[in-house]
Structures are given as structure tokens and as C-alpha cells.
């Protein structure tokens, strides 16, 4: 494989189109890219621009380092003949792996200005993996360069082409000279999916749209018909108090994922993580959407318990101490707020309904049982829950009928405890 060492050559100002199509890629950049809804949008449209301007482009990777909780990178990728632009994610063990490791994606974002191969395609080792796969392809020249972000960040671009020759310096020139107008187009697509993910991540699905749609004010709120989960740790305290904080840190994300991915599968809202407790609701379209949002946090709810066993089954293979669980259903109206101080504001949720749902998690404590819900959540359920009797809720002036699962109730004998 020949090598060619080349040294950064970024152009003074644009230079001209290398022949074909109308030039104007730079000024669809500035103008109609930034409107586009998806990254992987913009980098598809670009590529067709830029190989309609006679440049040679075979194939096309974009990779952006991203701020998310389970995603490190995405790339777009964009090969000459596909119907559209592959979006490629990788975790965050990513960077500990030969595949980045030994990348030219590495070298340039630890500082490498830029990164050209010539691909020869009788070679037997090549000196980055990437090399060997657009071989196969047929590919002749390989070139990886930056895209620099504000605030000194930086994210990769790379381009390969099948053109006997490779690229010429003039193509090469055009295609360094289009790079900072795609890095501010890319930033400012990136930088709204950064609010995005860190708003849904933070806030919650509809908080963090609300925030984004410009419901900032202080002091506003509106009303919620749902459902409403409510679940907790049982003895977390104790736990907490003899636990070092690592295994007390790994326990909550492995309750947390138990209780929260059934809710996210079938389009619950997770509200706020509490210490060891989490708020949840399914909204309902209108009355008459009450039966399908409390059969649905019902799937859910015994969906968890059913993942909670098995978790606890892990957890004594490994001789850590097996967990409870509180599981509390309720449907209301509640209000969804932004309130705070001035300078830090919250969307909690608020209302008799929320006081209710927290009641009936108390309750069942004391009764012994892992799921609880009133009566107006069990109406729509059917046979799939029974009642347990009336019992008195802290804070509410009448008994309330309250009902479990039927497995539930097999399991525990009821005594005549009560949350008073």
C-alpha cells in the first residue's frame, strides 16, 4: 500500500466547482441545509451535491460524538447507490476497542489534521482496518479529516473514492474548502439533538417538549387525565446505611431499569426518579381512552414485578441481598407544572391524584403485597384485578377499596393492617 503524507492545505475561500452540476453547495449550506429536520438529511444531500459537482465521492462517513446516557457516537453513512444514509451508534465501550483504537477517527480527533491513503488494492495488511474493507469495495483513495465544532471540539468526516487515480488535488481542495460550512451546519443539527436528548433524558418526554415549545414561564401548568405508577424500594434505608455507595448507585439502575423500560415500551411517561422511588404516567387521550391507559400501566406493572424476580434471582446467584418492591396504580387528573425560584424551576406533578397514588404505595407495605391500585384504576381492569377490602389511606378522610393482582393476593396472606 502506498502512503501519501499530506499537510493540512485549507484554502483561503472557496474555490471553484470542479465541473458538473451548479455549483452552488456552499450557498444550499448556508440556506436550505440549516432547515432540514435530520442530520442524516443534510449529510445525504450534501454528498449528492458535491458528487454532482464532479467530485468522485464513493463513499461518505460523518462520525459525531454525541451526550448520551447508552450512545458515545453516531456516524451517517453515505455509499454511492444506496437508497439513503445509514445511521451506524456505538456505546461508550467503544473507545476501548481495536476498532477506535487503531482508527483513523482516533488520530484525527486527539489532533491529527489530516489522514490520506492511497488504497492499493493488491495489498495483503493493511495499516487501518478501514482500509481493508473499502479494498473490497474497490475503493483508490481513502482521506479522513476533521470537523471542527466550536469551543475547540472535534468530530471526523472521512471520504473514499473508486476513481482510478484517486482524488485530485482540485477535488480535494473543494471538498476542504465546503468542510467549515458543513461543520456549522452539522453543529447547529447537533446542538438541538443535544438539547433534545439531554431535555428527554433530564425532564421526561413531554417536559422536555414543553421546554423546548417554549414553555419556560414560571407559574404555568395544565391538567393531565392518567394513569399514574408509582413504585418504590422496600427497606432501601436499611440497605443504604450498610451499603457501600458503588453497590447502592448499581442497585437503583438495576431497579430502575426493571420498573422503567416495561413504562417506556408501552408509552408511559417516567416524571422524576425520588431516592429510591419513581413517578410515571400514561396520559389519556379523553374519558373514554381511561380503560386502554390502565390496562396498559397494568401490562407494565406486572411486566416489572415478572423482570424484578429475575433480578433478584442474578442478584442471590451472586450473593447480594434480593430486593422488595412497592408498586402503587391510581387514575386521575394531575397537573403538570413549571415551578420553582426564579433561577431553577422543575415540572413536578402535583394534585390529589399524586397524593393518592403515594398513599396506596405506603399501604401496601404494611399489607405485604408488591402492587396496589384504587378503585378507580381497577374499574376498567376487569377479572384481572380483585379486591382486598376498604382500608384506610393517611390524609384521605374515607377508606378507600383497594385492589391487587390475583397472583398477588395468592401470594400474600392479607391481615388486617392499614396505613394509618
Not at 74 to 91: C, D, F, I, K
Not at 256 to 281: H, N, Q, S, T, Y
Not at 311 to 337: D, M, W
Request: glycine letters at 10%.
Amino acid at each position: 500500500m502506498a502512503i501519501t503524507a499530506t499537510a493540512p492545505r485549507p484554502p483561503a475561500e472557496l474555490v471553484e466547482p470542479t465541473g458538473g452540476g451548479d455549483g452552488d453547495t456552499a450557498r444550499w449550506l448556508v440556506g436550505e441545509a440549516v432547515g432540514l429536520p435530520l442530520i442524516r438529511q443534510v449529510a445525504g444531500e450534501f454528498c449528492r451535491r458535491v458528487v454532482a459537482e464532479g467530485v468522485p465521492l464513493q463513499r461518505v462517513l460523518v462520525s459525531l460524538r454525541t451526550l448520551h446516557p447508552e450512545l458515545a457516537t453516531v456516524g451517517y453513512l453515505w455509499q454511492r447507490g444506496e437508497p439513503e444514509v445509514r445511521e451506524v451508534a456505538r456505546g461508550h465501550d467503544i473507545f476501548a476497542t481495536p476498532l477506535y483504537q487503531n482508527s483513523p477517527i482516533r488520530l484525527i480527533v486527539e489532533g491529527e489534521e489530516e489522514i490520506r491513503r492511497r488504497i492499493d488494492p493488491t495489498a495483503t495488511t493493511f495499516e487501518f482496518g478501514i482500509l481493508a474493507d473499502l479494498a473490497a469495495l474497490g475503493s483508490t483513495d481513502y482521506i479522513c479529516l476533521p470537523l471542527r465544532f466550536s469551543h475547540g471540539r472535534r468530530n471526523v468526516i472521512s471520504f473514499a473514492t473508486d476513481r482510478p487515480g484517486g482524488f485530485t488535488d482540485r477535488q480535494l481542495d473543494r471538498l476542504r474548502a465546503l468542510l467549515p460550512l458543513l461543520s456549522l451546519v452539522l453543529e447547529i443539527h447537533a446542538t438541538h439533538q443535544l438539547a433534545e436528548t439531554l431535555l428527554d433524558t433530564y425532564l421526561g418526554h413531554e417536559a422536555g417538549r414543553r421546554v423546548l415549545n417554549g414553555s419556560v414561564k414560571r407559574g404555568e401548568g395544565r391538567p393531565i387525565a392518567a394513569a399514574l405508577w408509582y413504585c418504590d424500594l422496600s427497606g432501601f434505608t436499611q440497605l443504604a446505611e450498610r451499603l457501600p455507595a458503588t453497590d447502592i448507585i448499581e442497585m437503583l439502575d438495576e431497579f430502575f431499569a426493571c420498573m422503567a423500560e416495561p413504562v417506556d415500551r408501552r408509552g408511559g411517561e417516567i416524571l422524576k426518579f425520588i431516592g429510591d422511588a419513581m413517578l410515571a404516567i400514561f396520559p389519556m387521550a379523553d374519558d373514554l381512552d381511561r380503560d386502554r391507559a390502565c390496562l396498559t400501566a397494568l401490562e407494565a406493572a406486572r411486566e416489572a414485578l415478572a423482570g424484578f424476580d429475575k433480578l433478584n434471582e442474578r442478584r442471590c446467584e451472586l450473593g447480594r441481598p434480593a430486593l422488595g418492591v412497592k408498586i402503587a396504580l391510581h387514575a386521575g387528573t394531575v397537573v403538570f407544572g413549571n415551578i420553582g425560584a426564579p433561577s431553577r424551576l422543575d415540572f413536578p406533578t402535583i394534585g390529589p391524584a399524586v397524593n393518592m397514588v403515594t398513599r396506596l404505595e405506603g399501604l401496601a407495605g404494611r399489607l405485604g403485597l408488591r402492587l396496589l391500585a384504587s378503585e378507580r384504576f381497577a374499574s376498567p381492569c376487569d377479572s384481572q384485578m380483585v379486591s382486598i377490602g376498604f382500608h384506610p389511606l393517611r390524609g384521605i378522610a374515607l377508606q378507600q377499596e383497594i385492589f391487587t393482582v390475583p397472583e398477588e393476593a395468592a401470594r400474600v396472606r392479607i391481615s388486617e393492617a392499614s396505613d394509618g
